[in-house]
């Protein structure tokens, strides 16, 4: 296909430009949250984890309701120009309308692309630092466990044991 008329896609380009700022907002909103919780997490003020998922809840419903205007904004574009469904993508038609109000929005788009990898990475680190606590807990909650007694007992090196550290020891069976 070739050049797509500037004069109907103005309109259209308008829409999209405004779809992307609410997108964009939603997406400032949610990096907001994140480091909301990552403060909480450091702080481990567990009780402020509702208040920060019921706030997250309300800003992915958010972004999901600009994603479906979004789909159907280039759903309807690509119908309109008869593009194929597999040519039906942001870029590409923002690509094919070539004008400076086209440039203008790809740019736009490539720095909201910028924000959500960012907002991503966040996440991540997030995982991380809660995936780390979890596992320093459970090493803590292991290391002061009273250690079996008995006569049974083996290191992992194989050496007969009496005491020890349960992480540390394995009972014979049999």
């Known amino acids: 296909m ?5 004069v109907n896609a103005t309109n259209s380009l ?32 567990l009780s402020e984890f509702v208040s920060i998922n019921r706030a997250r809840i309300e800003i992915l419903e958010g972004l999901a309701s600009v994603k479906g ?16 469904e597999a040519d039906r993508t942001l870029t590409e038609i923002l690509h094919r309308v070539q004008s400076s109000q086209a440039g203008v929005i790809l740019q736009q ?6 924000k959500v990898r960012a ?16 596992s320093f807990l459970l090493r803590a909650m292991e290391a002061h466990r009273p250690s ?23 009972r014979r069976r049999g």
Do not use: W
């Open 69 to 84: 205007g979004l789909d159907a904004f280039v759903r309807e574009f690509g119908s309109a120009y008869h593009m194929p």
């Open 148 to 170: 079996p007694k008995g006569e049974d007992l083996y290191t992992v090196s194989g050496c007969r044991s009496k005491m020890g550290t349960s992480a540390a020891l394995i």
């Open 119 to 134: 907002v991503k990475q966040d996440i991540s680190v997030n995982q991380l630092l809660i995936k780390n606590i979890q």
């Open 109 to 114: 788009y490539e720095r909201f692309a910028e």
């Open 14 to 45: 308008d829409q999209l430009s405004q779809i992307l700022t609410r997108e964009s907002i939603q997406c400032d909103l949610l990096a907001q949250n994140i480091v909301q919780e990552r403060d909480v997490i450091k702080r481990m003020a």
């Open 2 to 6: 070739g050049r797509l008329p500037i």
